[in-house]
C-alpha cells in the first residue's frame, strides 16, 4: 500500500509539473517577488542616501549660517536646523508600510514645533496614490491569487474530465489523493515563498533575529490559510466555475472590501478634527502674539520654565530674544492639548485595527508585517514624541546662550550631527500566531466534516 501511494505521488507531480499554466502561474509569482525585493532596496538605498545628503547639509548649513551670522545667536538659531533620524531596520525593505508617506527624517529648528512636525517631502500625487510594490504587498495580494489559481479544481478537475469514477474504483482512498495534490501544490508555493524570503534576506542584507524570524513565520501561516480556505471550498464538491469565483469573492472581499470598511469605520470612529485645529491653535497661538502686550508672553514663558525667570523683556521694547521665543513657545504650548489628543486618537485608531484586525487574515497579516518591520503607525508616533524630546532638548540647551548673547564663536557647531531614533521591537508570538493558526484550523475542521460526509454518502 505504501508503495501505490508513492507511486501515485509521483505521478501525481509528474501531471502538476507538466502543467504549463501552473508552472507559469509559479514563474510570474517569482518574478513579481524578485521585482519587490528590488524595490524594497532601492527604497532602503534612497533612504540612506537622503540621510547622507542631510548629514552634509546640516553641516554646511550650521556653517554658511554661523559665517553670515557670526555676532546674533538669536538669529542664527531661527535658521538653524537639527535633523533626527527613525532608524529604519532592513527588513522595511520586505514592508515599507507608512514610511514612504510618513517621513524617516526630520530637521526642526528651535522655533515653534508644531508647524514643522508634520511637514513631509513633496512627492508626485500620483505615485503616492500607487504606492510601493514592496514583498508584503505580494505576499498579501499575489500569493492567494496563484494559491486559487492552483487549486480552484482540486476535486472538480477529475469529475468534469470523467476520471472521478475511476478514481474511487481504483483508489484505496481518494480523499488522499487529493491530499496529495494539495500537499504538492503547497510544496511548490511555500518553495517560492522560501526562496524569495532567503534571497530577501541575502540582497537586503536583512538581520537574521527574532524579527525576520517572526516575519518567515507569518508569511508561511498566511499561506497556509489560503491554502486551508482552498481545501475548505473543494470539499463541498462544486464546479470549477462555481469555486473559483467563490474563492475569487473571498479575496476580493478579504484583500478589498474588508480593508477599505474597517478604515471607514475607524475614521468614523475616531475623528480626528484636532489635525486641523493643532495647526490653527499654534498658528494663532503665536502670530496673534505680535499685536499684544508683550510683558504675558513673557510672564507665561516663565512660568512654563521658571529656570530663566532671571531673564526679563526691556521695559517698553518693541522686539527682544526673549519675547520672540516666548512667542514661539506659546504656539506650541496653546496648541497643546489638541496635538496630545490627535495623538491619542491615532494611537486609538492603531489599537481598534489591529484589535478587529485580528479577525481578518489579511489585515492581521499587513499590520503585523508593518509593525515587525517598524513601519507602523506605532512606530511613527513613537518617532513623534521622541522628536519633541529632541526639539525640547534643544531649546534648553540653547535658550540661555540667545538671552545672554552668547558668542557665536564659542560654540562647536561641528559637535551638531544628526541624531537618531531606534524603536525596540517587542514581539508578543501568541498575538501574532493565534489570529491566523485558529483560521487555519477552522477551515481545515470545516473541510474535513465535509470531505467524510460526502465520501461516506458517495461510497454508501
Known amino acids: 500500500m505504501k508503495k501505490d501511494s508513492i507511486q501515485l505521488c509521483i505521478l501525481l507531480l509528474k501531471n502538476f509539473l507538466r ?67 527613525n532608524k529604519m531596520p532592513n527588513l522595511t525593505g520586505l514592508a515599507i508600510g507608512q514610511r514612504d508617506v510618513n517621513p524617516s527624517l526630520q530637521s526642526v529648528t528651535i522655533r515653534n514645533l508644531e508647524e514643522q512636525k508634520y511637514a513631509g517631502v513633496l512627492m508626485n500625487p500620483m505615485y503616492q496614490l500607487l504606492g510601493n510594490m514592496d514583498f508584503s504587498f505580494v505576499l498579501i495580494y499575489f500569493f492567494p491569487l496563484v494559491i486559487i489559481a492552483l487549486c480552484f479544481n482540486l476535486v472538480s478537475e477529475e469529475k468534469e474530465e470523467g476520471t472521478w469514477s475511476l478514481v474511487l474504483s481504483q483508489s484505496g482512498s481518494p480523499l488522499n489523493m ?23 534576506g541575502f540582497y537586503l542584507d536583512i538581520s537574521f533575529d527574532a524579527a525576520f524570524s517572526a516575519f518567515v513565520l507569518m508569511a508561511l501561516l498566511y499561506v497556509s490559510f489560503w491554502f486551508a480556505l482552498c481545501w475548505l471550498v473543494a470539499s463541498f464538491y462544486k464546479s470549477s466555475s462555481q469555486s473559483s469565483l467563490t474563492l475569487l469573492l473571498v479575496w476580493l472581499l478579504l484583500t478589498v472590501v474588508v480593508p477599505a470598511s474597517l478604515h471607514a469605520l475607524t475614521v468614523s470612529r475616531y475623528p480626528v478634527p484636532e489635525a486641523f485645529s493643532t495647526v490653527l491653535e499654534s498658528r494663532e497661538g503665536y502670530h496673534t502674539k505680535w499685536d499684544q502686550p508683550k510683558e504675558p508672553t513673557v510672564a507665561k514663558f516663565h512660568r ?47 489599537a481598534f ?10 489585515i492581521h497579516t499587513q499590520l503585523n508585517l508593518n509593525a515587525l518591520s ?12 521622541a522628536l519633541e524630546d529632541f526639539h525640547e532638548q534643544k531649546r534648553l540647551y540653547f535658550y540661555p546662550k540667545i538671552f545672554t548673547e552668547a558668542p557665536v564663536a564659542g560654540e562647536n557647531w561641528q559637535a551638531f550631527t544628526l541624531a537618531y531614533f531606534e524603536d525596540k521591537m517587542q514581539i508578543d508570538w501568541l498575538k501574532l500566531v493565534l489570529p491566523l493558526f485558529v483560521m487555519t484550523l477552522l477551515c481545515l475542521g470545516w473541510a474535513r466534516l465535509n470531505f467524510t460526509k460526502k465520501m461516506t454518502h458517495t461510497l454508501a
Open 19 to 85: 502543467s504549463r499554466g501552473l508552472m507559469t502561474g509559479l514563474l510570474l509569482l517569482f518574478a513579481a517577488g524578485l521585482i519587490s525585493l528590488h524595490i524594497g532596496k532601492h527604497f532602503l538605498e534612497k533612504n540612506q542616501e537622503i540621510i547622507a545628503k542631510t548629514a552634509h547639509y546640516q553641516q554646511e548649513s550650521l556653517a554658511r549660517t554661523v559665517k553670515y551670522n557670526p555676532k546674533d545667536m538669536g538669529l542664527l538659531l531661527y535658521y538653524a536646523r537639527f535633523g533626527l533620524v
Open 178 to 200: 487529493l491530499r496529495m495534490k494539495l500537499l504538492i501544490r503547497f510544496a511548490s508555493v511555500l518553495l517560492v515563498l522560501l526562496l524569495l524570503l532567503g534571497m530577501g
Open 304 to 350: 512654563r520654565y521658571p529656570q530663566f525667570s532671571s531673564f526679563v523683556h526691556p521695559q517698553g521694547a518693541d522686539y527682544s530674544w526673549l519675547w520672540y521665543y516666548a512667542m514661539q513657545q506659546m504656539g506650541d504650548d496653546e496648541a497643546a492639548a489638541d496635538a496630545q489628543a490627535l495623538k491619542e486618537k491615532l494611537k486609538q485608531r492603531a
Open 353 to 362: 485595527s489591529r484589535t478587529a484586525g485580528m479577525a481578518f487574515p489579511t
Open 374 to 385: 517598524l513601519s507602523d503607525m506605532d512606530n511613527y508616533l513613537l518617532y513623534l514624541e
